[in-house]
């Protein structure tokens, strides 16, 4: 299945999940995720399936300022 993460196409292997792409992308604990245009709370990344087509971001909180 294709998925756009961050602007870019990405091809993955059906069954995908919000916690397992986060995993494959990033180490980082302060990590927002958005599906379509929708935050996922972290308490649903598990259970969250990623289907074709899904537009997904994932967003680091940086300090600064």
Known sequence: MTLTVNGEA???TPPVTVAALV???TD???IAVARNGEV???SQWVTTA???GDEVEILAAVAGG
């Open 10 to 12: 990405v091809d993955l």
């Open 40 to 42: 996922v709370p972290r």
């Open 28 to 30: 980082q604990r302060r």
């Open 23 to 25: 995993a494959s992308r």
């Open 50 to 52: 990623l289907a074709e």
